[in-house]
Nanobody
Framework: QLKESGGGMVQSGDSLTISCKVSGRTPDHVAVAWLRQVPGKERKGVSCISSDGETRYVDSVKGRFTVSRDYAENMVFLQMNNLNPEDTGVYYC??????????????????????WGQGTQVTVSS
């Protein structure tokens, strides 16, 4: 099971960190992805962290977003800096017990993940 928290409304240039609580049999053995959905558009991945801590990002967030995980607390974090209105959306964390490593390209729709959180809204105003 996955549960996001920490969304909110911020202004351009602000920072925000969202969290994902990962529970299950082996929460530290799965890769965890972050995906974003904007109304009327397909859900798209933005970042992923593997079970060994390797991280991946889509180009639009590289240098601004940082994904990390706390193995002791089974938490995954997405720190988002220098936010802009294009970062607005519902952010989901997702995982699948068969994947311990992130895909090479993390900007897909996430169809490969079986477990999803309920999402947390991030709104960035200009």
């Amino acid at each position: 099971q996955l549960k996001e928290s920490g969304g909110g409304m911020v202004q351009s240039g602000d920072s925000l960190t969202i969290s994902c609580k990962v529970s299950g049999r082996t929460p530290d053995h799965v890769a965890v992805a972050w995906l974003r959905q904007v109304p009327g558009k397909e859900r798209k991945g933005v970042s992923c962290i593997s079970s060994d801590g390797e991280t991946r990002y889509v180009d639009s967030v590289k240098g601004r977003f940082t994904v990390s995980r706390d193995y002791a607390e089974n938490m995954v974090f997405l720190q988002m800096n220098n936010l802009n209105p294009e970062d607005t959306g519902v952010y989901y964390c997702a995982a699948d017990e068969t994947y311990s490593h992130c895909p090479t390209y993390v900007g897909g729709s996430g169809y490969e993940y079986d477990f999803w959180g309920q999402g947390t809204q991030v709104t960035v105003s200009s």
